[in-house]
């Protein structure tokens, strides 16, 4: 999975070979992964306001933070394997090869020594969750369940794992005003948080930095959660006037004990990846220089164990938990569609988008 300077440089001249124009935002991420993977961390000075051409393309490459260098090499020959797959005729891949990307717009995908990778790509949004990116996990998933790889990873491009759900989803109101919006957020909420509940091949994180809201709450439904000492675990639902989802309510208690799920979950307390691990969250966390390299590693190991064994086992684990599970998932919906009305979600809302907060 990780790949060389032969990798890069071939990546590069495939850029030059692309048919079709990828779009600016594409071009971005490009250029962004190129500078970070040659020239590390950006420490230019921030183009004036009116330069809007070289203050997009600072903007995208300091969003990339302290993305270590091979990192980014890697993410920028996976962004270009997706676009010549995309953007290119499908008789490019080669018969026979097991290596697939598709077009999403927020997420690569890519599937390889029977691993399937689903990369959250808006990394200049810290990977947050909107409306689209919802959609196209749910559609990733299910395409993953049927595919021929053993076992499947969700991590993040940048570095950010997830700033969670889009504060931005809450700004779009439909003709039926804030109570069909509120609605429509609730189905959609449910029908994601199911299919993670359902998903029937080993699951697991690949947590490459910062997880926040529902990024965290949902790896109570993975079956291992890599982190790396740089990942925090943040779920400051009471911060914004909401309550706990991704069936974390039921999973947390029981992951590490009621009190501790109350400090994160009712109180907001930020959790390091050596504090989430201890509390049974995270399954190891290893150095952010070597994080790539040792995840990788042991994952294509197991993704050569039999995946018939992998799955039964699975199976097994989990199959008496998954009506309880839907259950608490829809409890846990119909709660946030009356929080998202309320004033105290509004207002932190209003503050993160007027810039007046943060976390
Ligand atoms: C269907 C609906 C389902 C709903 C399910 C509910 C889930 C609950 C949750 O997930 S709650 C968690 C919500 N997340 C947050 O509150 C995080 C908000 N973000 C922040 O506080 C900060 O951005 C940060 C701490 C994550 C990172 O701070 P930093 O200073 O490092 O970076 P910036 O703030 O400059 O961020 C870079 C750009 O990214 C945009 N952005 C980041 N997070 C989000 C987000 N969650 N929603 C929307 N946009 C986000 C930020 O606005 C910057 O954009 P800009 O460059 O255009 O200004």
Redesign the pocket.
């Known amino acids: 999975m990780r790949a060389s300077q032969k990798d890069f440089e071939n990546a590069m001249n495939q850029v030059k070979l692309l048919k079709k124009d990828p779009g600016n935002e594409v071009k971005l991420k490009l250029y962004s992964l190129y500078k970070q993977a040659t020239e590390g961390p950006c420490n230019m000075p921030k183009p004036g306001v009116f330069d809007l051409i070289n203050k997009a393309k600072w903007?995208a490459w300091n969003?990339l933070?302290s993305l270590p260098k091979e990192t980014a090499r890697q993410n920028y020959v996976d962004l270009v394997s997706s676009l010549s797959s995309s953007l290119e005729s499908s008789s490019q891949v080669e018969p026979g090869t097991d290596r697939k990307s598709t077009g999403y717009e927020t997420l690569m995908v890519t599937s390889e020594d029977g691993i399937t990778k689903i990369m959250l790509n808006?990394p200049?949004?810290?990977n947050?969750?909107?409306?689209e990116m919802?959609h196209e996990i749910m559609h990733a998933l299910k395409a993953a369940s049927k595919d021929d790889s053993a076992i499947t990873v969700l991590t993040g491009n940048g570095?950010?794992y997830s700033?969670?759900?889009?504060?931005?989803?809450f700004t779009d109101i439909p003709p039926g005003g804030v109570e069909e919006k509120a609605k429509?957020?609730?189905i959609?909420?449910r029908e994601?948080v199911g299919c993670f509940i359902d998903f029937p091949k080993p699951l697991i994180a690949v947590v490459n930095g910062?997880a926040?809201?529902?990024?965290?709450?949902l790896l109570g439904l993975f079956d291992a959660v890599y982190a790396s000492d740089r990942a925090t675990f943040?779920?400051?639902?009471s911060?914004?006037g909401?309550s706990p989802?991704?069936c974390s309510s039921y999973t947390f208690p029981k992951i590490m004990s009621p009190a501790k799920a109350t400090e994160m979950l009712v109180f907001g307390k930020k959790l390091t990846a050596g504090e989430a691990c201890a509390q049974g969250l995270v399954t190891e966390v290893f150095p952010d220089s070597t994080f790539q390299k040792e995840v990788w590693t042991r994952l294509k190991a197991f993704a050569k164990l039999p995946p018939n064994a992998m799955r039964i086992s699975k199976e097994i684990i989990r199959n008496r938990e998954k009506e309880k599970l839907h259950a608490v998932n829809a409890e846990e919906c119909s709660v946030?569609q009356g929080r998202?009305l309320s004033d105290e979600c509004m207002n932190?809302v209003v503050n993160?988008?007027s810039?007046k907060?943060?976390?």
């Open positions: 903007d969003a933070g808006r200049t949004k810290k947050a969750l909107n409306v919802y570095d950010y700033s969670g759900n889009d504060l931005t989803n429509n957020g609730a959609l909420l994601f910062p926040v809201g529902i990024s965290v709450t943040h779920t400051p639902f911060h914004l909401q989802e991704g946030l998202w932190a993160f988008l810039r907060s943060k976390l």
